[in-house]
């Protein structure tokens, strides 16, 4: 249930992991000074690099630290390395960033303040407000722009967005629930990642493995009982990626006289392997509409934004 077909570890499966350790140790801070018991719950991932592939047989070593508190949130920052337990080898598989709010046991509807931490340097302290601020404000952005439904398309043609779309519908059980009764953060970014795997392998019918994954927004809590549909779309293809528009809607099942909302969303990349673990191109994306086209050309902005970000980085990490 951990990998693919050639032995690679699920990005689903190690979001998961990286959602569970945060999740413990800001739970964790947040109950450290006693007063009103909470849980942590997910808020937001920033975005999220695959470095290396693990593979079945490997040991995950997770890490988390908490580095920045404001008064109703927490930052976490995870490390992910995978260790080939026969020849001792380590590696960096990813790095992770999670924001969680602490909500009240007696009380879902209740954030409480968070314990601040101690700093080593002011620097520290003002570098995890700015991007508190950061990521406060792109959240806002992202809410805005969550109206869009994916319907089915009767007969289309390959390698068009219809062609490879997929949705999952899921009903929330216990086992998928915090202490809250709400779904774990890490459940529903697995779930995503199985929907935009299928989508990334119907487009090129190939073995395909998560590249990366941009910010995840959680934009409302998902209650035990409720029905979640996870809707995937191709949006961009360059030569040796894909990008994927994934978010999940949730439908109250039980004695619930609410609507359909949108809970969660994100965009995640793929690329295209060949079995020796090869980079294989990509068919292009062929778009119809004019939404289609619209959302490819923002997907090409994110691309080549990501680009130059990457490449600026090499030439930084290259200068004496």
């Not at 690679?8 to 009103?36: D, F, P, W, Y």
């Not at 967005?161 to 459940?187: A, E, R």
């Not at 039980?254 to 969660?264: G, K, S």
């Amino acid at each position: 249930d951990d990998a693919n077909v050639v032995g690679n570890v699920h990005g689903g499966t190690i979001l998961k992991m990286i959602e569970e350790a945060g999740a413990i140790i800001s739970t964790r801070h947040c109950n450290s000074q006693g007063g009103e018991p909470c849980v942590a719950a997910l808020a937001r991932v920033e975005r999220t690099d695959f470095l290396s592939p693990m593979c079945i047989g490997e040991v995950a070593n997770v890490s988390a630290e908490i580095t920045y508190t404001s008064r109703h949130s927490v930052e976490v920052q995870v490390n992910v390395m995978s260790e080939n337990i026969l020849t001792g080898a380590k590696k960096v598989t990813n790095k992770a960033t999670l924001w969680y709010v602490p909500l009240s046991l007696k009380n879902v509807n209740k954030v409480l303040e968070v314990p601040p931490i101690q700093y080593v340097r002011k620097e520290q302290e003002d570098e995890g407000k700015k991007r508190y601020e950061e990521q406060k404000l792109d959240r806002l952005e992202t809410k805005q722009r969550n109206g869009d439904v994916i319907f089915p398309i009767i007969n289309p043609e390959p390698h068009t967005v219809g062609y490879s779309q997929s949705s999952l519908i899921h009903l929330v059980g216990p086992s998928d629930c915090t202490l809250l009764g709400f779904v774990h953060g890490g459940v529903t970014m697995k779930l995503m990642d199985e929907v935009a795997g299928i989508v990334a392998a119907r487009h090129c019918k190939t073995n395909i493995v998560t590249a990366s994954v941009d910010a995840i927004n959680f934009h409302e809590k998902i209650k035990k009982g409720c029905v979640i549909t996870i809707s995937g779309r191709m949006t961009f293809t360059s030569n040796k990626s894909m990008e994927i528009e994934v978010f999940v809607d949730a439908d109250p099942f039980v004695d619930e006289p609410r609507e359909r909302y949108r809970a969660v969303s994100a965009f995640f990349t793929y690329v295209s392997l060949s079995k020796e673990g090869k980079p294989l191109p990509v068919p292009q994306l062929l778009t119809e509409t004019e939404d289609e086209k619209r959302r490819f050309e923002e997907g090409k902005g994110r691309y080549l934004q990501t680009k130059a970000k990457r490449q600026a980085q090499m030439q930084q990490a290259a200068q004496p």
